[in-house]
């Protein structure tokens, strides 16, 4: 079998930051987007990795709360794209979900989003393997469940910098929340 969970990160570019939080319930999750949101910027792409019901679309949340967009951030699950338009002065938020994005980065181009994603804020579900190249700047935000129980509310989010986007920044603001 192969590992849709595994990152991948390293082969694609060089790593420059690298944190981990752990997260003990959904609302932290969501704190963490929050905080998350501050240090995000017009143009960049934020890959998230997890299983299902890890707590993607729950950080998003919090990311789209943080950027001030309208519209409720939810499972993408019926389209492959929803656009998020700012409410105020800041970047449009795009949230994908790859998962059924079989073609990889073509299809996401075909979908004719009418909006400037080089402007925009992209956040991507299930997106290893097929969106890299929409950036050589990019960061991972890996979700894993700190036990096998799926009844659990704690998480291990590693949030990885990729390219020179991601040299200067500190995560450690991050690190405090959800603790
Ligand atoms: N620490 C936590 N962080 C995030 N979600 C949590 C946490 N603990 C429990 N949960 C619950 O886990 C679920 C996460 O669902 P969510 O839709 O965010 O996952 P997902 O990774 O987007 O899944 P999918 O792959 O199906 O899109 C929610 O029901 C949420 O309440
Ligand atoms: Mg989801």
């Known amino acids: 079998m192969d590992a849709p969970h595994s990152s991948g990160a390293a082969e694609n570019g060089p790593v420059t930051t690298s944190h981990s939080v752990t997260v003990i319930s959904p609302a932290a999750m969501g704190d963490l987007g929050r ?9 960049d792409l934020v890959m998230l990795t ?4 890890a707590g993607k679309t729950t950080l ?7 950027l001030g967009v309208r519209g409720a951030v939810t499972s993408p ?11 105020g002065e800041g970047p449009a938020l795009v949230h994908v979900d790859a998962y059924r994005l079989g073609g990889g980065l ?6 004719d989003l009418d909006v400037s994603l080089p402007d925009s804020v992209i956040v991507v579900e299930w997106g290893d393997g097929k969106v890299e190249e929409l950036s050589d700047d990019r960061l991972h935000v890996v979700i894993d469940r700190a ?3 799926t009844d659990d509310d704690v998480r291990k989010v590693r949030l990885t910098g990729i390219g020179a986007r991601w040299a200067d920044t500190d995560f450690a603001d991050l690190a405090g929340l959800g603790g």
């Open 147 to 149: 036990t096998g129980d």
């Open 50 to 53: 997890g299983e299902l019901g």
């Open 106 to 111: 073509d299809e996401m181009e075909d979908l």
């Open 60 to 66: 998003t949340r919090g990311l789209g709360e943080g």
């Open 77 to 87: 699950t019926f389209v492959i794209a929803r656009v998020h338009p700012p409410l």
């Open 35 to 43: 905080a998350l949101a501050k240090l995000l910027r017009p143009g």
